[in-house]
């Protein structure tokens, strides 16, 4: 056989040999998706903006279980304002509420309180029934910084620092696009430090689907929140008075 055909007889396998080569280089990686994206997707998968921003207020009512004890709970949401009540086996009950300006705590137990500070800030958060459609207004820094494994799903890992300068993460399903959770520190508001809150088992609520179940996870204990019922455009005004021991703080302090 000539040189000329050992050449042409050995092409085929240099062909072969560079395509196995090839197929071993690892695959590139998929470009993260922004923050924006991650947000749209997000509102998105919940049912979109109309059906977040279509109602004026909104009661939920559901359960909370902590240390073998299931409590009844109830949460009303309106113009920014908030009253989250538990009623405990005594029949007494445990109240925080945002009018607006003041959050205040009030507990059978140790009486009421009124908050200060950033505190504040996170009450007016947790008061605003439209959080879901505007996470980033309450940011002033966020990023995706990988995709990581969070509570058995593939997530996005959104890092960011809210507007009262503490860090929160965010974990979003790569494949739904619904929130997972929550990581973060609460030791600056009298918290057990490192906290997760996992949200799972969403349903449609009048088309806004929300998470049933919320699991907060600390060192001091494993709080459960189910949601049982949400209603529509059904809040009064009274509601979100402030409790007379609440007010009699604030007159102390004027």
Known sequence: MSIRRLQLASLPMVLTIAALLG?????????????QQVMDRYVTA????????KHKSMTVHGKFEVKGLSLDRVAYYKDGKMLYQITLPN???????????????????????????????AT??????????????YFSSMEVVDVVDFEGHTCYHLKG????????????????GLLVGYRFNSAWRGGAGDESEVFSDYK?????????????????ATQVQTVTSVTFDDVDDSVFALPQSVRV??????
């Open 204 to 220: 449609d609520f009048g088309g806004w689907l929300m998470p049933a179940k919320a699991t907060g996870k600390s060192a001091d």
């Open 46 to 53: 919940l049912g979109g903006h109309d059906a977040i921003f």
């Open 23 to 35: 197929a071993q280089e690892p695959a590139k990686a998929k470009p993260l998706p922004t923050v």
């Open 161 to 176: 620092v809210n507007k009262w300068g503490k860090v929160n993460e965010h974990f979003y399903d790569t494949t739904t």
């Open 91 to 121: 029949g007494d009950h445990y109240q925080e509420g945002f009018d607006g300006t003041v959050a205040w705590k009030a507990s059978p137990g140790e009486g009421s309180s009124i908050s200060q500070g950033d505190e504040v800030k």
């Open 124 to 137: 007016q958060r947790d008061a605003d029934m439209y959080y879901p459609g505007r996470v980033l207004d």
């Open 249 to 254: 703080l604030l007159k102390a302090k004027s």
